[in-house]
């Protein structure tokens, strides 16, 4: 089956920094796109792009913690695999929240930007990556993975099921039915459903979300199938390749703006050996030939232009710009903007529920090479900047009053589970800068010299002289190491009282 040569015109990453399991809608020549956000919030992002070369970010469906319920969902658990779409009138986006109470969820909205509905439970969906799809007669069906959860327990991995749903009261119409589910490669997932030239198209993710992550498809006379699979199946995979985008999976179609057909799709890369950003948002051009799609190998594109972004916390609605993220509470719970003019304040709860609530807002690291900065006044407390994998996975570079007198203690830690290393450093300052730069490996190094990025935490004093306290190989936190859901978020962080920060930045480079 011809693999097309064809280049997409577009930036790739798509949507950089962990943005996995997207799903694209095309509504009156926008187009609108969802990905997953797990334990965080807000969840489940929407970006929005005229052209799909630019995109913004223009909210999140849940802005609420109530709509997702994942108060206590363990890490990487929590709002997994969207699916977009548009019927009516009305924008869907339904969603498992996987080891948590609400289950499968639809929420609705007139406007992508917002707000969206409370979410409705569809009962008798036991399964995640639900797709959402109307047949001929306007009659919705939910098609999703099998794969039962009970908390983190596996009950059951029944394959891709299906069921007609009855969206406004919120329960299937009937028993599940067992479609096609792969070629036989492991957890068939993320099915997403397709009307086109007299056929319906199931496409799946099959091979499991990382390196061995592939793409299939099957084709049928009706909604319900009976399908059958593309001789060329797995369509597209990156496993056993060198490609510079790794474990590339989860697509979902979408005409593109000059009537091409594209795949939006998950996908790694690497810095060194490693991939400290998590899975991303891709996309690829996809021909047809003998009526089946053939996608082609997805290239790496980043954007050219640098990215920087400055919050001197002096707008009372700082914290409503949709990129921020906090941990299992939304970032207006877990900071206050309203202390002191122009300064973000954060308190360590120091009740035991850190771990779960941290005292943390940060944003998506979208770049290989990045610096994230804020000025810190520790006050009482100790706190200052975290890159955050999870609560286990994280460097952090704290400032507290130092115990030797005046000035502050600065202190660089890096933390993975069983193992902590820290560095400490006196400035005779009441206040700093603190700094942590991401950069890729130094070229040269032979391939089978395994490394990750660079990982340098440093403080700049009041005379703007920077030290180096710590530079880490950053392989432990990247997702080859760390929970494989997600991917690294760094922001302000307390971990003890109450902490003070103005001037946060994020600067990210593209990967020359
Ligand atoms: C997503 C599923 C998956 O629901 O991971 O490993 C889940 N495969 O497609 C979270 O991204």
Do not use: K
Not at 183 to 212: C, F, K, M, N, Q
Not at 325 to 339: F, I, K
Not at 343 to 351: P, S, Y
Not at 417 to 440: A, H
């Amino acid at each position: 089956m011809p693999v097309p040569d064809e280049r997409t015109a577009y930036p790739n990453p798509l949507i950089p920094g962990f943005n996995p399991d997207p799903s694209c809608v095309l509504v009156d020549g926008t187009y609108y796109l969802v990905t997953s956000t797990f334990e965080y919030l807000p969840a489940l992002p929407v970006y929005r792009s005229a052209d799909f070369v630019t995109w913004e970010h223009i909210g999140n469906v849940a802005v609420r913690g109530e709509q997702v319920g994942i108060a206590d969902v363990p890490s990487a658990g929590g709002v997994w695999a969207p699916t977009i779409r548009h019927h009516d009138g009305l924008f869907h986006v339904i969603v498992s929240v996987a080891t948590g109470p609400r289950g499968c969820l639809v929420f609705t909205a007139t406007d992508p930007a917002g707000p969206w509905s409370e979410g409705t439970v569809i009962d008798g969906v036991h399964g995640i990556d639900p797709d959402l799809a109307w047949d001929e007669t306007g009659r919705p069906y939910v098609t999703y993975s099998g794969l039962h959860l009970n908390g983190t327990t596996v009950v059951a991995n029944r394959g891709i099921l299906q069921a007609r749903v009855d969206l406004a009261a919120g329960r299937v119409l009937e028993e599940p039915r067992q479609l096609w589910s792969g070629t036989g490669l492991v957890a068939p997932e993320a099915p997403h459903l397709y009307a086109r030239d007299g056929h319906w198209y199931l496409l799946i993710a099959e091979g499991g979300t990382e390196s061995g992550h592939a793409v299939s498809v099957a084709r049928g006379p009706s909604i319900e199938g009976p399908f059958e699979g593309a001789p060329h199946n797995p369509l597209l995979s990156a496993s056993g390749t060198d490609r510079p985008v790794q474990c590339t999976g989860h697509g979902d179609l979408v005409l593109g703006p000059h009537g091409e057909d594209l795949m939006v799709l998950l996908g790694t890369r690497r810095a060194g050996r490693f991939s400290p950003l998590g899975r991303e948002t891709y996309v690829t051009g996809v021909r047809w030939s003998d009526g089946w799609p053939c996608p082609a190998p997805v290239e790496l594109a980043p954007r050219p232009e640098p990215l920087h972004e400055h919050f001197t916390f002096t707008d009372p609605a700082a914290l409503a710009d949709p990129g921020w993220l906090a941990v299992r509470r939304t970032p207006g719970e877990a900071a206050s903007l309203t202390g002191r003019p122009g300064t973000l304040t954060l308190t360590a709860a120091g009740d035991g529920s850190d771990t779960l609530r941290p005292a943390f807002v940060g944003r998506r690291q979208r770049h290989l090479d990045s610096v994230v900065e804020a000025r810190v006044e520790p006050a009482a407390g100790r706190g200052g900047l975290c890159l955050r994998f999870d609560e286990e996975f994280a460097v952090v570079l704290l400032a507290e009053r130092s115990p030797i007198g005046g000035g502050l203690r600065v202190t660089a830690r890096a933390d993975v589970p069983t193992m902590t290393q820290s560095w400490s450093t006196d400035v005779p300052d009441d206040r700093v800068l603190l700094r942590i730069t991401t950069r890729t490996p130094p070229p040269g190094r032979a391939p089978w010299l395994s490394s990750g990025d660079r990982i340098r935490l440093s403080v700049v004093d009041a005379t703007g002289a920077e030290s180096h306290l710590a530079e880490l190989d950053g392989r432990l936190w990247s997702v080859e190491s760390a929970p494989f859901f997600t991917g690294r978020v760094t922001g302000m962080y307390a971990e003890d009282g109450t902490v003070h920060f103005t001037d946060f930045r994020y600067h990210g480079e593209p990967r020359t």
